[in-house]
């Protein structure tokens, strides 16, 4: 395993265990190579469970998840591999248009093999849930969202994330400015209950101010990047975005990015 696991988790120490650390104790992922950023307020919570899964706790300037994702950057070495996934995240499952979903095997193996393909640097993602009706089951090289939930990537300290939440599309658009591949592994999805367990940015702020949060988010990546997204505004009021396809035309030739 060449790869260290970075955790940001607030207030969920028993959703963390029940979760994302018994998924990756399941796949035999060592805890030496496990890192949980937790929140200041909630540092005291994480102990006991630190001391009983013997993973590395990271505490300090964690008070946002935008704080925490920037200083997972500031903390690993340049270059590092990084499996960056939430504290909730019940499972990995292949996803395939037509066939039943079922469990990745090895997730060690598919995390490793997904590093050698971007491996001058970049970052890899998966479709962000097990929905499988539009999963085609291929690679894929763009501008793709890559949900932080779980995301891959080299570490390259020049991305620099200033958004409250959406940081996962500034990230994506950033390793683009940097002609670096992202890899979207359509076969594989995420498992997990976005915006309803409790703790984590819930314990922030409640559904209403969330979705004010992410539409101030949205707004200024907007106005910061028009030439990469555009806005889709849901009927409960989300405001989502979506990458104009390969606006730069950087993927072109795919071979002068990734060998």
């Known amino acids: 395993m060449n790869f260290k696991v970075a955790i940001a988790s607030h207030k969920r120490p028993e959703i963390l265990q029940s979760k994302t650390l018994n998924l990756l104790k399941k796949h035999k992922i060592s805890m030496k190579n496990v890192y949980v950023f937790v929140s200041p307020e909630s540092y005291q919570d994480y102990i006991p469970i630190k001391n009983k899964w013997k993973f590395n706790l990271i505490g300090g300037d ?9 200083n997972i950057i500031k903390f690993f070495d340049e270059g590092q591999n990084i ?3 939430d504290d909730d995240v019940e499972q990995i499952e292949i996803t395939l248009k037509g066939k039943k979903n079922k469990p990745v095997t090895n997730l060690k193996e598919l995390i490793n093999e997904s590093f050698q393909i971007i491996h001058q640097g970049g970052l890899f993602g998966l479709n ?3 929905n499988n009706f539009f999963a085609s089951g291929t690679d894929k090289f763009g501008l793709y969202s890559i ?3 779980c995301i891959g990537y080299k570490n390259d300290k020049r991305i620099k994330l200033t958004v409250a939440e959406k940081e996962d599309f500034q990230r994506v658009i950033q390793f683009y400015e940097l002609d670096l591949p992202i890899l979207k592994r359509t076969g594989y999805g ?4 976005y915006w309803r367990n409790k703790g984590g940015i819930q314990a922030h702020y409640d559904f209403k101010k969330r979705v004010e949060v ?3 988010s949205a707004e ?3 106005e910061k990047y028009p030439w990469a997204v555009r806005k889709q505004v849901r009927k409960n009021g989300i405001v989502d975005l979506r990458f104009k396809k390969d606006p730069l035309k950087k ?3 795919l071979e002068n990015i990734i060998n």
Do not use: F
Request: glycine share 0%.
């Open 83 to 85: 499996l960056e996934i």
């Open 190 to 193: 995420i498992k997990t209950n």
């Open 128 to 130: 962000a849930n097990t």
């Open 251 to 253: 993927y072109k030739d």
């Open 62 to 70: 964690n008070a946002t998840i935008l704080k925490t994702r920037n």
């Open 214 to 216: 992410q539409r101030e």
């Open 147 to 149: 949900i932080n939930s």
């Open 220 to 222: 200024q990546l907007l």
